[in-house]
């Protein structure tokens, strides 16, 4: 318990039973501006009334600012995900949730490895896949048998006399499975443990000891929990299509090679169980955290919820009560078995208020006031790519990708356009995510290369570039370590990025002469900014040069704690005596990049601000000379 006690500093306070009851989750507060004319108040989360008119509606657009926890999240560009766990030992990129534990035998896992891997990279957070939509769990959770424990990996091959106890233990929680979700978790401790066999566990100790933060995908699809009669249904249909000489989705395909098991869970998923109230958390026999609930040092929350929901509720709880802080929490909406008749209803109002009341700022992919995925799997951002969006419901209530007009991968999502549609119900920061693969697939597969570091450098433009952050996977192999060619391109990458941006060619020299504004977008800090004067919209900022200087980079960005304002920007070089456009963006945001098509030589460059929504705070101006990356 020492542990969970360490790792609970500002959860603790909380008071204990606090219903889950519908409301304003903490860290996302939207303003009180619940009367059109009143001021309106900066807030991560704003309603827009019936009563706003456009000007109105404009105006709370300019004033949807990011949260704390939002903030700092910005000021991590580059995000490592590791896809790993039992589809790197099927050769698989979609578990069927009927595979065997025994299948998941790592020789070896080396998060040390990983972390010095990826940080060659320059990313500054990592995060695990600690549940695939197979439902294989990376760490000894109580509410499933289908994890880490129930493995080979969870036992030392060394010497220990106790072996044949540990066994009869782990046998005697195999029959007992079926009608106890913590059979295993029971015999955790029984002996001959493998020091490393929660592998979230290290992942997060190796993450920290390098400087990264923290993050946690859960996925909310869970085919370990459907039930045996579905399944079975399942595997009657792909059969008839295999002996039809049909082809296999790769869904399909994962229930085909597992015909022969069943589900390995509870059977909780999509099974239409009862709303019934529950406590979260849900002691199980001999559960660890009692003694600590009963004296009020762990919150509980009371919730009317199914089996599967309660059981979802119960592993974010383990997470970041046992392994927090965690920076981001991602959560997707994956409900891949509608089309087959069988649907689970997230309560994600009640996870994302969990969330919220546990680690008030974490940033959740797709909760309200976190962050959104940007509209696909290639890790490219739109040209014009917009952090405060409009909802047409309220964000605190649904997985957020649904409420977005159009859908997430709309082309506009935050134009004034958009702004003025009349299903617009609320505006929230919601800065975009761009996720790719290093690799073709997401997990490891042997006949996979990854991508060069110069295609690596493209992305990180085309998301970094664009007022997005970049969340680059990096598949562990079925070794427990980051392949040799994956090692190699992410630190050629992280060389090239930083030796382009390790000198701000618009950086003003010792003793140079300049104005206040000129100081304050060179400076390299989000909180100094330039505006044109008198609040105007509109304006224009010259920036002599320490010299003549030749770049073929330039990095804008506005200070976001006021909102992101600017419509409309041009970047100009004095040449030949006359000043000549070198580059045209319609947003900026916390970060815009534009590579030129060719370098330009100038002693002097000017950013003209040519349309805002409200007074712009431009805290960027950057000028680089690319350093090439190399194939």
């Not at 009020?296 to 997470?319: C, I, M, R, T």
Request: proline fraction near 7%; hydrophobic fraction near 40%; aromatic fraction near 8%.
């Amino acid at each position: 318990m020492s542990r969970l006690r360490r790792l609970l500093t500002g959860a603790v306070a909380l008071a204990v039973a606090l219903p889950l009851l519908p409301g304003i989750p903490a860290g996302a507060a939207v303003a009180p501006n619940s009367r059109c004319g009143q001021r309106i108040t900066p807030s991560p989360i704003m309603p827009v009334l019936p009563c706003d008119d456009f000007a109105r509606i404009l105006g709370k657009a300019a004033n949807t600012v990011p949260g704390e926890g939002q903030l700092a999240w910005q000021q991590r560009p580059v995000t490592a995900f590791t896809h790993y766990g039992m589809n790197t030992f099927t050769n698989r990129e979609w578990g069927s949730g009927a595979e065997r534990e025994q299948t998941f035998t790592p020789s070896t896992v080396d998060t040390d490895q990983w972390m010095r891997a990826l940080k060659t990279a320059g990313v500054s957070q990592v995060m695990l896949t600690v549940k695939h939509h197979d439902g294989f769990v990376l760490y000894p959770s109580r509410y499933t048998n289908h994890s880490v424990v129930a493995s080979p990996w969870w036992l030392s091959g060394k010497d220990c006399a106790r072996l044949p106890e540990v066994l009869a233990a782990r046998e005697k929680a195999q029959r007992e499975r079926a009608g106890d979700a913590s059979a295993y978790w029971q015999v955790r401790n029984a002996g001959c443990a493998n020091p490393g066999g929660d592998i979230l566990a290290g992942y997060v100790a190796s993450a920290r000891r390098a400087g990264l933060k923290i993050g946690v995908y859960l996925s909310p699809a869970d085919g370990s929990e459907l039930t045996s009669s579905f399944f079975a249904e399942e595997v009657k249909a792909v059969e008839a299509k295999v002996a039809k000489g049909e082809s296999l989705s790769i869904e399909e395909q994962a229930v085909y090679e597992d015909r022969a098991n069943k589900p390995a869970g509870q059977g909780r998923y999509g099974s239409g169980s009862a709303v019934t109230r529950r406590t979260i958390p849900t002691l199980v026999p001999g559960d660890d955290r009692a003694a600590a609930l009963a004296a009020g040092k762990l919150p509980k929350f009371s919730v009317e919820e199914d089996d599967y929901n309660a059981y979802y509720l119960n592993q974010l709880y383990e997470l970041f009560t046992q392994y927090g802080p965690i920076d981001e929490m991602w959560l997707d909406g994956a409900n891949p078995w509608r089309g087959s008749g069988v649907t689970e209803n997230y309560d994600f109002a009640t996870w994302f208020k969990l969330i919220q009341r546990l680690s008030p700022n974490t940033v959740t992919f797709a909760g309200p006031a976190g962050v959104r995925w940007v509209g696909n799997e290639n890790g490219r951002a739109r040209s014009t790519e917009w952090s405060p969006l409009p909802t047409t419901g309220d964000p605190r209530t649904a997985h957020n990708e649904e409420l977005f007009l159009g859908g997430a991968s709309a082309t506009d999502l935050g134009s004034r356009a958009v702004l003025a549609d009349p299903s617009v119900r609320y505006l929230q920061w919601a800065p975009a995510e761009a996720d790719v693969s290093i690799r073709p697939g997401w997990f490891w597969h042997p006949a996979e290369r990854p991508k060069t570091p110069r295609q690596l450098v493209d992305l990180y433009r085309e998301s970094v570039g664009r007022n997005a952050s970049l969340l680059l996977n990096v598949p562990p192999g079925t070794d427990g370590t980051i392949a040799t060619a994956d090692s190699a391109a992410l630190a050629a990458f992280g060389t090239a990025i930083r030796r382009t941006e390790a000198v701000n060619l618009a950086a003003p020299s010792p003793g140079q002469p300049v104005s206040p504004g000129v100081r304050a977008v060179t400076d390299d800090a989000l909180g100094t900014s330039w505006s044109p004067d008198r609040g105007a919209l509109e304006g224009t900022l010259e920036i002599p040069l320490p010299g003549t200087r030749t770049f073929d980079q330039i990095r804008l960005g506005e200070d976001i704690r006021h909102g992101q304002h600017v419509e409309g920007a041009e970047v100009q070089a004095m040449r030949d005596g006359r000043w000549t456009t070198v580059a045209t963006v319609s947003t900026i945001g916390y970060s815009r990049l534009v590579t030129l098509p060719a370098p330009v030589t100038t002693d002097r460059v000017r950013v003209l601000l040519t349309q805002s929504r409200a007074r712009p705070y431009l805290s960027t101006v950057a000028l680089y000379r690319t350093v090439d990356a190399g194939e």
